[in-house]
């Protein structure tokens, strides 16, 4: 991956990195976008799709819900994207390395996060003489100087992961043996699994939400056989 | 619009255009500064920040440095439905209502505004157009297709969401409380719920099939994997969070491909 790449898919990274939590929260960040446009970057949107698919999956289960701790998808998807990209459409192990790389990353954006939200705590009590005189500039400073290190948190996260991962991720994709339908057959089966029990969870004391799933898999499955 | 009143007694004063688009672009911005001290509460001071140029006195007044600072400490609600919160705060504001009843006020929105906005977006709208994408894509979407399905259904809501709260904020002022019995808010949760578990059965078979590719008898396979371990995941649930399973599951994986190798 060419240091212009690097720059470009950090940028991206940036920016849905951003959207996780900052602005504008339009939800970019949601695999199934992020990946994508990580992989359209590279130049391979519809690899990147396939990640994002998956990946999404995986983030059903880790809903934004009030102050709680979860992964950083947006940035981490970008990076998953353009790595899966960045293979030929061949490689038997492009999608499960990928997905674990952006699945690792999303982990420590996670953490990069709580960092920031510390960070940003210090900030408004360092500034708390001016908060409590009514300044606007120290109001506005705080929002800017947090939106701002969110964005060189994600472009951080995103330039180091693809840096670190790239190379590693080129030598075990040289390496891998399994069958190609296998191996993404794996890594869906655990991704729908963690997305299977995500649903179930959100929706089992809606009324009638089992019966609806259930005559939904049954269109679905139907679909499947007479395609 | 100086006049003291608690909140729908007196015809609903306008607020200029520019200052509710000035506002409404600021709550995009919510949680810009969101930390585990003040949470969102510094968001709500800059979002409400350009109404209260209109206080008697305007920026450089006493009025608007004491209202600033009021605005400014804790706060937490959910960043769309902060909305909400903007509009009312704004609205008691430029009403003058006193500072105790205000604070008051600010207080008590952060529980319903929290819960509200979870329930609704986040437990429900959010994965209903999630697998709205995820099924247009195992319906063969191409990926531009996918992502606009996503966004711009998922974006026609929230965006609706946060400019009717600004909207029903400034409306009802200290009476918003009577807003939140909406109907949307009250029964949209669970019919969006509803929605969302005929798409995912709609959904996951046909996203398994496409990102395996060819091969029927390997999805039946994959699927029956999926529900059993679906249910273990559910069981421990508790415990582990799936997405930290997976990351093991997937690192076992990848070794042992590269093990076989050696």
């Known amino acids: 991956m060419s240091v212009a790449s690097v720059v470009a898919v950090s940028t991206l990274g940036a920016i849905l990195g ?19 446009v990580g992989g359209a970057f590279v130049g391979d949107a519809e690899t990147g799709l396939l990640v994002g698919a998956t990946l999404e999956l995986f983030a059903l289960e880790s809903l934004p819900i009030g102050a709680s701790r979860y992964p950083e998808w947006g940035s ?44 940003n705590a210090w900030l408004a009590q360092s500034r708390r003489a001016g908060l409590d005189r009514g300044s606007a500039r120290t109001v506005v400073g705080l929002q800017v100087t947090g939106l701002t290190a969110d964005l060189v948190r994600g472009w951080l996260v995103t ?47 809606t009324v009638g939400a089992r019966r609806l799933f259930l005559g939904g898999l049954v269109v679905g499955l139907a679909l499947l056989l007479f395609r | 619009m100086t006049a003291p009143s608690l909140g729908t007694a007196r015809r609903t004063p306008r607020l200029p255009p520019v200052t509710q688009m000035g506002m409404l672009l600021r709550l995009l911005a919510v949680q810009g500064s969101w930390n585990y001290e003040t949470m969102n509460g510094n968001g709500i001071g800059f979002c409400l920040e350009p109404a209260l140029r209109l206080l008697p006195g305007g920026r450089d007044g006493e009025a608007y440095r004491e209202a600033l600072a009021r605005q400014a400490r804790y706060f937490n609600s959910h960043p769309y439905m902060a909305s909400v919160a903007v509009g009312a705060l704004a609205r008691a504001e430029l009403d003058l209502v006193p500072p105790t009843t205000i604070e008051r006020f600010r207080t008590a929105l952060t529980g319903p505004l929290g819960s509200v906005g979870d329930r609704l977006m986040w437990a429900a709208w959010l994965p209903f157009c999630s697998l709205l994408a995820l099924a247009a894509f195992g319906l063969g979407a191409g990926p531009l297709a996918v992502v606009c399905i996503f966004l711009g259904v998922y974006n026609a809501g929230h965006l609706a969401l946060r400019a009717w709260g600004l909207r029903v904020g400034w409306r009802h002022g200290l009476r918003v409380a009577s807003a939140l019995a909406n109907p949307v808010l009250r029964t949209g949760p669970d019919v969006i719920a509803r929605a969302a578990a005929v798409t995912a059965g709609l959904a996951l078979p046909l996203a398994l099939y496409r990102i395996i590719g060819v091969g029927r008898t390997l999805t039946g396979g994959v699927l029956v994997a999926v529900v059993l371990l679906a249910l273990a995941i559910v069981r421990v649930r508790a415990k582990l969070e799936g997405w930290r399973t997976a990351l093991a599951v997937l690192a076992l994986l990848v070794l042992y491909s590269v093990v076989r190798h050696g």
């Open chain 1, 18 to 36: 951003l959207d996780t939590v900052s602005f504008p929260q339009a939800m970019l960040s949601r695999p199934i976008v992020a990946a994508t």
């Open chain 1, 76 to 119: 981490a998807a970008v990076v998953g994207g353009a790595l899966a990209a960045a293979f030929p459409e061949s490689a038997a192990g492009a999608l499960p390395v990928a997905v674990l790389a952006a699945i690792a990353t999303a982990w420590v954006g996670g953490w990069t996060m709580v960092q920031l939200r510390k960070f």
């Open chain 1, 159 to 205: 330039a180091i992961a693809l840096l670190a991962l790239h190379p590693l991720a080129t030598a075990v994709v040289h390496l891998w043996m399994l069958d190609g339908r296998y191996s993404r057959a794996a890594v869906v089966t655990v991704s729908a699994a963690v997305a299977g029990a995500a649903m179930w969870t959100t929706f089992h004391a």
